[in-house]
């Protein structure tokens, strides 16, 4: 086999080992919208919230408290690795002081960018349980 021939070889050889790893990724390590379609609930000390994202791009968010129940309707969309709620309401602020309540406008629709982490939708990285998970 001449010198050029066995060239050509490695240099493809190569390239297969750089293509084959990013079809996988492209195959499997990307989530398609479906996969956020479902049921998100959460528990936390001021109620419930559950977050049911539809195929439609539609999203119903219910919460629940002591005073009863409250909805409300908006869209979603992915966005290259965020969720975006178009018409998120902030029901409770995590952290009941006047100033969070107006800096995290509570009770206000509103466009959130947010990611989700092991089924969980990220709406406060540090307090969890505000976090919705797939049921």
Known sequence: MSKEIRHIQRKWIRILFLLVPLCLVVLFGCTHEEDYVGIYACKHEYGAETITLYPDHS?????????????NEGRWR?????LVLDG?????????????????????KKFVFTHIVDNCIIIEEDLP????CKK
Not at 61 to 71: C, E, F, K, V
């Open 129 to 132: 349980e505000f976090n919705p």
């Open 59 to 71: 999203f119903l968010q219910i919460y629940a408290d002591s005073n009863g129940l409250d909805s």
């Open 78 to 82: 992915v966005e290259s690795d965020f």
């Open 88 to 108: 998120w309401v902030l029901f409770k602020a995590p952290i009941q002081s006047e100033d969070m309540k107006s800096r995290l406008s509570e009770g206000k």
